[in-house]
Every structure is written in structure tokens, then in C-alpha cells.
């Protein structure tokens, strides 16, 4: 199917940009136009205008300070991939950007794209919100930041406005924490059935003499994409791990109990349903990968 017509612009700076948002009622920034054309092409939206921002060099790349890694909204999910910097720090981001799509789609969607979106499917959300991410908007009154937990409300749905840009996200590094992404995939999409990110901060015992320092969870942040109607914490799991001393191969009570609490406060209306799942099925696969993503995680902070 082909989509409505729509007026296009290209902007040639972000304040260009924000004007013709402004002044195009119902227009709508592209990206990497692989979020908003496909739903174009199936009549699912139909913006009467476009603002390609794909111009905007300043919006593009990846800095590392003292206190965040900072990813321009035009870096590409390949770029993410294959950065030092994100890998290092925001380790889970890394692992959400790797494992999307394929690498037709990882060269082509932005970071910024996908968070505004809001496709209750996609990688880079539960990431996020494991990572305490925040987006840096601008729009026509200046900047704006919107954390992680205040930008998803329901599929396709933020916080974002419509005539606001993303221009960052922000992700805050800590020495202590380590962190990881986990997805199982639906088969016919590559979009995540069930995908779980986990960031643990981690305080490590004395060494008992056998090489073995068992870490204790200080602060623990889970969050799931894919499963539920939109991307959102597991504060059970979260509950759980917070104080929990992890001891290698024997802490499987530990990382289990705390699975186990992955449903905790989710009702049936909450699983996101469609023809290739159930509320039943989620609920199974949901503890199954938050059991990974910590454990991965684990494995990722003894790596460093
Ligand atoms: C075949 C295929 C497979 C895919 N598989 C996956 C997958 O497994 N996991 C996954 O997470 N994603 C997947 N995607 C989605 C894709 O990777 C993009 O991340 C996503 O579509 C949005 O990024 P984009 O840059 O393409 O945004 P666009 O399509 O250009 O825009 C998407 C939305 O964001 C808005 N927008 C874009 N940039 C900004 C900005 N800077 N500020 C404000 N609003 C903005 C647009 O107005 C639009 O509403 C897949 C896409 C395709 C086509």
C-alpha cells in the first residue's frame, strides 16, 4: 500500500527544523524512517507534513564525560553497537542496539527515532530504563529532559511532544554498575517478544581465598520491552535483588526468587497481545529472561 501524500522539508538546522514543526500543523520529524513509513505505508498514520532532520550533523555521535555517556538522537543502532564507550558504560544500550533488526535497519534508525516512537516492541526502551536514561528535548520554550520512567505511556505513545525534537540521550555511568539486555525475539518480526535489561550496582566482599568475591546489589534497575503494553520497570525483581549478597554458581535462590517476582503487579490487560502471543506465554517467557539478564549481567560485571 502506498501512503497518503504529505508535503516534505528538509531542514537545514534544529531551530529550521522546530519552525517547520511548528508551523506545518500535524508534521512530524523523520529519521531513519524506519519506525513512521512502514505505519505510512499501512495507513496506520498519515502526517500531512514531514521534517527530514537528517541534516542535523550536530544531532549525530557519541560523547563520554564524567558522569554520562551522551548519544546524539541521529546515532544510528549500528553505531551503538559497535561503541567502545557505550559497551564499556551503558552496557545494556550496546546489547539492545546489537541485537535489533538487522543490519539493513541498525545502519538506517536512530536512537532518538526509536525512544520517540515508542513501539512497544522495540530494544532500545528497556535498556533505557535500566540505565535511568533520559532524553534532552528541545522545542520552541528551550530544553526539557524527560526521564526514562516518565517517557512511555502505551504503544506508540510518549511524552514526546509533536513539535519537539529529540537531541540527546543521556546515560549516566557509574564505576559500580555493570549491566545487560536480553531479547527473545518474535521469529516473524525480529521485534522483541520479550526483551529484559538489567543494571545492577554491585559492592564487592573480600575475596575468600578461592578467587571468589561475592558481590552484594546496592541498587538494582530491571525493566521489560516487548511483553507488556509499553516498556516499563519490574519494581518486584528490583525489591528483591536490592541488598541480596550474589554468590557465583551457588546464587541461584537469589537470581530466582527474584525472576520469580516478574509478574508481580502485571494483570492480563497489561501483557501487550497479539496473534503470535498470549498473556499465558508472556508469563512464562517474562522470569525466563529476567533470570538471564541478570545473570548476564553478573557475567558483564565480573568481565570488567
Ligand atoms: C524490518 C524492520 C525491523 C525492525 N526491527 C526492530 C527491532 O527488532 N527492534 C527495534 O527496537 N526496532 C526495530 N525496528 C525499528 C527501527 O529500528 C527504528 O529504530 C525505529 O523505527 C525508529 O527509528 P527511526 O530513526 O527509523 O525513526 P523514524 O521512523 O524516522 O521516526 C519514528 C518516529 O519517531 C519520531 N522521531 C524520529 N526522530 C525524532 C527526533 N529526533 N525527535 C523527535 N521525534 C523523532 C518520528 O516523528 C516518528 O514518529 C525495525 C524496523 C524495521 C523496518
Do not use: C
Request: a negative charge; glycine letters at 10%; hydrophobic letters at 40%.
Amino acid at each position: 500500500m502506498y501512503a497518503n501524500e504529505f508535503d516534505y522539508y528538509r531542514a537545514d538546522s534544529v531551530d529550521h527544523a522546530l519552525e517547520l514543526l511548528t508551523t506545518n500543523e500535524g508534521a512530524r520529524p523523520i529519521a531513519g524512517s524506519h519506525g513512521l513509513v512502514p505505519r505510512m505505508r499501512t495507513g496506520e498514520e498519515s502526517p500531512p507534513t514531514l521534517v527530514d532532520i537528517t541534516d542535523l550533523g550536530a544531532l549525530s555521535g557519541i560523547d563520554r564525560s564524567d558522569d554520562a555517556v551522551s548519544i546524539g538522537a541521529l546515532t544510528t543502532h549500528a553505531e551503538i553497537a559497535e561503541s567502545e564507550a557505550v559497551f564499556e558504560d551503558a552496557t545494556a544500550m550496546a546489547e539492545a542496539a546489537n541485537e535489533l533488526g538487522d543490519p539493513q535497519v541498525r545502519n538506517g534508525g536512530t536512537i532518538g527515532g526509536n525512544l520517540a516512537h515508542g513501539d512497544a516492541r522495540a530494544d532500545l526502551p528497556a535498556a533505557l530504563l535500566a540505565l535511568d536514561g533520559e532524553l534532552v528535548l528541545r522545542g520552541a520554550d528551550g530544553d526539557r529532559t524527560v526521564g526514562a520512567t516518565d517517557l512511555f505511556r502505551g504503544h506508540f505513545r510518549t511524552t514526546v511532544d509533536a513539535t519537539e525534537l529529540v537531541t540527546a540521550v543521556r546515560l549516566p555511568v557509574a564505576d559500580d554498575a555493570a549491566s545487560a539486555y536480553v531479547k527473545r525475539r518474535n521469529p516473524l518480526s525480529g521485534y522483541a517478544l520479550v526483551g529484559v535489561a538489567a543494571r545492577l550496582h554491585l559492592e564487592w566482599g573480600a575475596d575468600d581465598g578461592g578467587g571468589n568475591d561475592d558481590p552484594t546489589v546496592t541498587t538494582a534497575r530491571v525493566a521489560v520491552t516487548g511483553a507488556t503494553t509499553h516498556p516499563t520497570r519490574l519494581p518486584g525483581v528490583e525489591d528483591e535483588l536490592e541488598g541480596a549478597t550474589l554468590a557465583g554458581a551457588s546464587d541461584d535462590d537469589v537470581v530466582l526468587d527474584a525472576a520469580a517476582r516478574a509478574t508481580e503487579g502485571l494483570d492480563e490487560g497489561d501483557y501487550r497481545v497479539d496473534v503470535q502471543t498470549s498473556p499465558e506465554y508472556l508469563e512464562h517467557l517474562l522470569p525466563l529472561y529476567t533470570e538471564r539478564a541478570v545473570r548476564r549481567t553478573l557475567e558483564n560485571a565480573r568481565e570488567r
